[in-house]
Every structure is written in structure tokens, then in C-alpha cells.
């Protein structure tokens, strides 16, 4: 199976900051990665798909790329309401995998 | 609207059986495919399983493989999960996720409220 290692597990910044987060996967995976939201005591909410595709509805501070095994997800400028945790999954070849997830704080 | 509503979860001793179910409306039901993903408490997300739009083509995670069962019902909208030999470590809140086409190789949206599984004595 492919395995995804996201970084950082926890992340803590200030409102306005640029914030990445990073996903790696154990093989290449063309583009075929996607990043997820996830509120407290909410179900996930999909932003990204293949890679860099921005989900309908989801803000454009929000951003994706990357390709093969190294993929970033970056947000711009950093909100209040962004307060979550962040996956990125892989959907290679019916084999399908979640990352560790990154949880975000405001400093 | 697109809504998934997942019911059936509830406290199962360790080795017994339980089904859950996932009601899908506001969308065409047999032209996409559906995926079953599991949170334990405090952790990350866990894929468990996917299910094609004719369930021609149907997935599980290593953790689950053998013991769980997926299949649906495209007449009555539905999604199920049968969970067979459960485990202390099956406890989880379970979701029901949409598929973006007909393969289930893809991206979740959206995602159900989920249902609640404690595998306990």
C-alpha cells in the first residue's frame, strides 16, 4: 500500500500568516492527491482536488500542487474560521490512503 | 441537496456482528461511487472501504479486509457495511462519502455526520 507522511502533525500561527503544509507519498502518484478540512466535531469537508484543483464554493486563499511524490498545501493568509485539521489522501490505483493529518491553531 | 445519513452504529461486544447503513438522497445514486471511511476517537481518518457504481469494482483497507463486507442497494438508495469479527480497535465514528464519478478511485464529497461504533465487553 502507499503510504502518505504529512507534516507537521501540529502547526500554530497568526492571523494574515502564510501556512504550509506538506504531503509526501511512499511512491509516485501522478497528481492523484486530494486535501480535506476538518472542523471539530464536523465531518471533513473536501478543497482540493488533483493536486492543485480548487473545489466549488471553497475560498481561493486556499491553494494546492505539487506531482509524482511531493505535494504542498498552502493557505494564503491565514483566517480565524480556518481553525482545523488537515488531510491529504491519495487514490492511486484502488489502493486509497489518508495522511496523518496537520492540526492548525491560532497563535 | 446531496445528504448521507448513516445509522446502525451502536456498543457490540468484541467477535460479534453489526450493519451499517447509509441513506443517500439528492443525487442520482447509481451513477456514483461510494466509500465508507472510519475516525477512531482522537485520531486521523481511515479509509475502510469503496463500492463502484454497479459494484463491479469494490475495495477495503488491509485492517478490514475479510471481515467486513460492503455492498449497495441502487433501488433504495443505499450503502451498507457488514461488519463481521469486530474488534476493540473497529471502535470509530464511521462515515458514508460520496465519490466524484462512477469508479471509486477518487475524491470524498460530501461526507455523512457518521454513526458511531464502540466494540467493547
Known amino acids: 500500500d502507499i503510504q502518505m507522511t504529512q507534516s507537521p502533525s501540529s502547526l500554530s500561527a497568526s492571523v494574515g500568516d502564510r501556512v504550509t503544509i506538506t504531503c509526501q507519498a511512499s511512491q509516485d502518484i501522478s497528481n492523484y492527491l486530494n486535501w480535506y478540512q476538518q472542523k471539530p466535531g464536523k465531518a471533513p469537508k473536501l478543497l482540493i482536488y488533483d493536486a492543485s484543483n480548487l473545489e466549488t464554493g471553497v475560498p481561493s486563499r486556499f491553494s494546492g500542487s505539487g506531482s509524482g511524490t511531493d505535494f504542498t498545501f498552502t493557505i494564503s493568509s491565514l483566517q480565524p474560521e480556518d481553525i482545523a485539521t488537515y488531510y491529504c489522501?491519495?487514490?492511486?490505483?484502488?489502493?486509497?490512503?489518508f495522511g496523518q493529518g496537520t492540526r492548525l491553531e491560532i497563535k | 441537496e446531496v445528504q448521507l445519513v448513516e445509522s446502525g452504529g451502536g456498543l457490540v461486544q468484541p467477535g460479534r456482528s453489526l450493519r451499517l447503513s447509509c441513506a443517500a438522497s439528492?443525487?442520482?445514486?447509481?451513477?456514483?461511487?461510494m466509500h465508507w471511511v472510519r475516525q477512531a476517537p482522537g485520531k486521523g481518518l481511515e479509509w475502510v472501504s469503496g463500492?463502484?457504481?454497479?459494484?463491479?469494482?469494490?475495495g477495503y483497507a488491509d485492517s478490514v479486509k475479510g471481515r467486513f463486507t460492503i455492498s449497495r442497494d441502487n433501488a433504495k438508495n443505499s450503502l451498507y457495511l457488514q461488519m463481521n469479527s469486530l474488534r476493540a480497535e473497529d471502535t470509530a465514528l464511521y462515515y458514508c462519502?460520496?465519490?466524484?464519478?462512477?469508479?471509486?478511485?477518487?475524491?470524498?464529497?460530501?461526507w455523512g455526520q457518521g454513526t458511531l461504533v464502540t466494540v467493547s465487553s
Open positions: 463500492i463502484s457504481w454497479n459494484s463491479g469494482s469494490i
Open positions: 439528492g443525487f442520482t445514486f447509481d451513477d456514483y461511487a
Open positions: 462519502a460520496k465519490a466524484n464519478s462512477g469508479s471509486y478511485s477518487n475524491w470524498f464529497d460530501p
Open positions: 489522501q491519495q487514490y492511486d490505483n484502488l489502493s486509497i490512503t
